[in-house]
């Protein structure tokens, strides 16, 4: 199935730097689950992952608006889920003057699925950094991550920092601010959406994950921009680092079971009759 999806356009997040949305409907709660990647203007172009295969027409439209696919110098990936690198080989195909920065990680983990273009790459890890031109990015492991192929991004020119998965929220609709999702909504989304993403966060030594946190804090970013999260700048950044070691140790939620999958299967079978 298909999921629904609001219509939306690139949001300005700093200086040259646009988040391009995807908000996808979760029908369990009625609100929007965000996928986005990111669009790096400068002196090299930049593709911040590549969004999900199921929305490429409109992902590339997007994308494609603000960068001429032959300017595309440097395609980045966070990490190598479906809905950060469904497109990338489209992107590759169609950006031929771009070179794939990724790690020996991902490379390993989507070996036989993906074909990547080795000859088109370099491998950069944690505290290693590559030069755009104008500006120089370095990779630094986020706060909670799924994979361990995971690295966040940090811009030295704007101090916009990619933070991959961490910080997700759901949202209400079409809005990307943070002070635009109720309170509500974003408490307890934000608690849900950084435990079952992190699940091994409830058995961390505070201490220990304090320290690995406190690496990418310690970049003071004045722009903190995610995959599943709102825009977050000033205060919020330092609101959503302090949820963040708020969760270490902490019992994580059972997920959603059979149950919710019935519903979800009925409110379907309603809609496709309607």
Known sequence: MIPTTLPTRPQPAA????????LALDASTGAYFGAHSLVIRGEQPVIVDTGCSLVRDAWAAQVFSLVEPDDVRWVFLSHDDHDHVGNVEFVMDTCPN?????NFSIVGRLAGDVELPLD????????????????????VRPPPFDSPTTRALHDSATN???????FGALFPGDVYDVAEIPADLYDVSFTLMNTWNTPWIE?????RYTAHVE???????????????PIL?????DDAYRRT????????????GQETLDQLLAAFATATAA
Do not use: K, N, Y
């Open 120 to 139: 088109r790459m370099v491998w950069v890890d944690a505290g290693g950094s590559f030069d755009a031109g104008d500006r120089t990015f370095t990779c």
């Open 98 to 102: 771009a070179t794939l920065v990724a």
């Open 215 to 229: 690496q990418s804090r310690s970049l003071a970013p004045d722009v903190v921009v995610s995959a599943h999260g």
């Open 233 to 237: 700048r000033g205060a919020e950044i």
């Open 15 to 22: 200086a040259d730097t646009w988040l391009i949305p995807t």
């Open 203 to 207: 058995w961390v030594d505070v201490d």
């Open 245 to 256: 070691l708020a969760l270490a140790a902490r019992p994580v939620a059972p997920t959603p």
């Open 160 to 166: 916009v920092l990619w933070a991959a998965d961490s």
